[in-house]
């Protein structure tokens, strides 16, 4: 399980068409948007598809200007340790 947060800057005047862009990219939700040109968006892998893949896709939406990883969560080491231990 990945979970990443992104922050992404554009016009304010795009807003509507980005969150629409975003909310097409797999295992994106858009959970913030300050109406000032900021928007923070929420990415989650699942089956077919990884959260790099989903940034990569975020980055293309037209009128973004910048994305930045915010935050970043992954269990895949603890699972990884748990089955080395068995």
Known sequence: MK????????????????AAAVARVPGAQVVADSGDGRMIVLLEDGPGYAVSDSILQVHQVA????????????????????????
Request: aromatic residues 8%; contains cysteine; proline residues 2%.
């Open 63 to 86: 009128h973004v200007m910048s994305v930045t990883l915010s935050y970043e969560y992954s269990d895949e080491t603890l699972t990884l340790e748990e089955s080395e231990e068995i």
């Open 3 to 18: 979970i990443v947060s992104l922050v992404l800057k554009f016009r304010p005047c795009h807003a509507a068409e980005i």
